[in-house]
């Protein structure tokens, strides 16, 4: 049978194309607006003013990133294992751990940003009276508060196309109120405070449909479980701050990288950067939608010890994500001038080296999506730590040196190279440790 027709007739990767699908449709009309909001947005404020509209929004995440302990996947882990296997009341308690935990992190990550936006205006822009928009943009943050614990539920629960409905309903928003702002000449505060209404409706919109989904599962009680009910304390806290070190890892030298050309180069160069880097990114609306569906299903292969199978559905979904992000990334390559032309005018065309840079690692990185989930549902947590650390340090030692000579093509070129080489060290590792679990099966 040809490898198409296995691929249609298998079950699992037929219920991860279904539920991507779900995800894929929403994510296409907000990849539209995306793309809408991002042409009247570079039009409207510039290459400085869109740098220094980047950089506000950035420096929110990133704290926020690197205090968060990355819920969805505590949930995933834990909480998906326990509804497996019928143990409402053990799942409860774990989601209501990651509520809570979630919740007060994300009041200290507004804090700290409030408290540090002063220190954000100078050291990454070159304006002046600016440090105001740090701390209105960080409320965000508070209507934020449980977005990554509801993701999980959602995905735990197999009803992650509400993310996508969610996603599309903020972006519809957003367009709408940048599109007044393009017409009517509007200014940087009205556009960033548009963004900020997005971030609210989603991270709302989300928590709000996760409850409903928990009081189906779980009951309307589920949230008076103690949290005594946790089986597996130490192993929780022991994830989720292995999560935590990760994840700050990888924001702090991947998903931080307008910041980084922020401390190196003019404002300019960021909106230059920032252009070139969004265009790129838009390989991740069909791959964000795999990532999301199949976690939990390598998750479930993992604890089920099924290693022929998750080897089997590794390799079908590695070939699909191939073909088309292979498709883009030529794309991207042959017509990017026309791309950017269109994208945000001749004002930032200079930025088309640095899209050619960046697109290289990217694919590859959306090729190999399922290699960090991977190590998690084969309780490496740590490997992956070590990995993008050593890697993160080398790319940003070598930053210091090349970026500030040769700008922003350094800086895209750096970003690449961090990608295929930790990208490629934990698919490797993954793929290895399957194989050794799979031959000890058979002895």
Known sequence: MPFLEKLKTDPLFGRVLRSSGKLLSANAVSLGLSVLQGIMVARLLAPEGLGLIRVVMVYASTVNSVLSFRMSELVVRYGGEHLAKGEKE???????????????????????VVFSAGLAEKYFTEATGIAWMFSLYALGLLASFNLETAIGILQTTHKIEWQGIFNLTQNILVTVMIGVAYFWNGTLAFVLIAYLLGKVVLGLGIFSMAQIQLRKQLGSAWWKTPLSKLRTTKELIYFAVSSNISAT??????????????????TEMVGLYSVAYTIVNFVAIPADPLITTTFPEINRLA???TWHELKDFLRKITTLSFAYNLLIGLGFIFFGRWIILIYSGEKFINAYPALVALTIGLVFNYILFWNRPLLLSLSLPNYPIWVTLIVGLLKVALAFW????????????????????????MALRGVREIRKNENCADH
Do not use: D, H, M
């Not at 990651?98 to 009041?107: D, F, N, P, T």
């Not at 090349?402 to 060290?425: D, E, N, R």
């Open 90 to 112: 053990n799942a409860s308690a774990v989601i209501k751990a990651a509520s809570l935990a979630e919740g007060i992190v994300s009041l200290l990550a507004f804090l700290v």
């Open 249 to 266: 890892i990888i924001k702090i030298f991947r998903e931080s990288e307008l910041l980084w050309v922020a401390l190196f180069l003019p």
């Open 303 to 305: 604890v089920q010890k």
């Open 402 to 425: 090349l970026v500030p000579k040769y700008g922003i093509v350094a800086a895209g070129a750096l970003l690449s190279f961090y990608y295929v080489a930790s990208v490629g060290a």
